[in-house]
Every structure is written in C-alpha cells, then in structure tokens.
C-alpha cells in the first residue's frame, strides 16, 4: 500500500517555466489537497477537491492551477514560476468524515531561479 | 473562511515532564473536526489526535491528550512524560464538515516547534 505518492521529489525551474506536480492515492480518498509549507507560514492550501469533479481554491490559489484527473490523481500546475513559488509542496489525501486522518505526501522541494 | 491560530512559534521541554501546546480557532461553523499533526525533521507529517466538535469529551491518546474548548474556540495539545522523539513541529487543523460551500477544506496554523532536552 503506497498511500500518497507525489512526484518529483525535488525540482529546480527557472523563472517563467512550467511543471506539472503530480499526486496519486491509492486509498480511495474522497479528498485530495495541495499545499504550501515555508518557514514559519505553515502549511498553506493551495487548492482543495473535496470529491471527484470538483476543486476550490485555498488560501493562496493565484500562480497555479489543479485538475482531478480522477479519484485517485490530483495534480498541481504552475504556468510560470517565480522565485516567490520556491517552496516545499505536499500533496494530502482524505477518506471522509467517517474517516477523517488526513494522509500525505512526502514532500516536494520546488527551487524557482 | 476558517482561522487556526497558534500563538507559540517555539517552546522546549525537558525530557519526562508534561507540555501544553495552544491552538484557538475562528468559525461559525458547527460540525467540524480538530487536528493536531507531528512533523518530524524526516518532513513526514503525522496524525497525533483529533477532536470531533459535537463530542464533549476530551480525546486521548496515550500521553497525548487535548483540552477542547468549544465555547472558547480553544483546542489545545497536551503532551505527558516528554520523550525525545517528540521533538518536531506541531500543526493544530481544523475541518469543516459536510454542509455545503468550503466543505472537508482542512486548514493549518503556523505551527509550534517543540524541543524536547535531554
């Protein structure tokens, strides 16, 4: 059972390129989430998809992009990175309310030059 | 949209006595969930406890233990007979349950980085 898998696990882009995170459960998670983590800000939401077909912006949405490609994938896209977007991102994953531990990635460390 | 504040950037603790990590929260919501996650240097995050709103009593788990507050908004984390390994940074959460718009979005603070001394 893998739970959470996230790929890369490190990148670095330069200002203005493209990369797709990707994100994959396979718990049969209802939720899937992307966040943020910089030094002494948390974690931050990115965007959300509470179920398949849907997903809601977070706190911090401008910059990217998410498609809930199905159930079990949620990726993250950024269309022009800026040094600002330089961060460690996970990916989480939620069954439901009757089951509500959160799962996550393990991380990816985004460098943006 | 829901707040998770928690007010202490960094505390320490020596090994073997007890620890209390504060978390207050803002919503108007009625059916939610709290959370409080471990984050080790390993960057894994970790389920510690977690709280349903329309349960009044505390939950444990073990030597951890919370004091949930619900008219105050509070939920905090209490730790017993500190051991080395809980040594990390602690997120509080909070959940909102199934009722509409903003449903299951989960929502962190800033966290507290807990030193456990030898």
């Known amino acids: 059972n893998a739970g959470v898998t996230q790929t890369p696990k490190f990148q670095v882009l330069k200002t203005g390129q493209s990369m797709t995170l990707q994100c994959a459960q396979d718990?049969?998670?209802?939720?899937m989430y992307w966040y943020r983590q910089d030094p002494g800000m948390g974690l931050r939401l990115i965007y959300y998809?509470?179920?398949?077909?849907?997903?809601d912006k977070g706190e911090v949405p401008n910059g990217y992009n998410v498609s809930r490609l199905n159930k079990r994938e949620f990726s993250l896209r950024l269309e022009s990175a800026a040094p600002s977007q330089t961060s460690v991102y996970f990916c989480a994953s939620l069954a439901s309310t009757v089951n509500t531990e959160a799962f996550f990635g393990q991380g990816t460390r985004l460098t943006v030059v | 949209a829901q707040t998770v504040t928690q007010s202490q950037p960094e505390m320490s603790v020596q090994e073997a006595e007890t620890v209390t990590l504060s978390c207050t929260y803002d919503?108007?919501?009625?059916?939610?969930?709290l959370f409080w996650y471990k984050q080790p240097p390993s960057r894994q995050m970790i389920l510690v406890i977690r709280?349903?709103?329309?349960?009044?009593q505390n939950a444990t788990e073990n030597r951890f233990s919370v004091n949930f507050q619900k008219a105050a908004k509070s939920f905090s984390l209490k730790i017993s007979d500190s051991q080395l390994g809980d040594t990390a940074m602690y997120f509080c959460?909070?959940?909102?349950?199934?009722?509409?718009?903003?449903?299951?979005?989960?929502?962190f603070g800033k966290g507290t980085k807990l030193s456990v001394i030898p």
């Open positions: 718990m049969n998670h209802n939720s």
């Open positions: 709280q349903e709103a329309y349960k009044q």
């Open positions: 919503t108007s919501e009625s059916n939610y969930y």
């Open positions: 959460a909070f959940m909102k349950g199934w009722s509409g718009a903003g449903s299951y979005q989960l929502t």
């Open positions: 998809s509470a179920s398949e077909g849907t997903t």
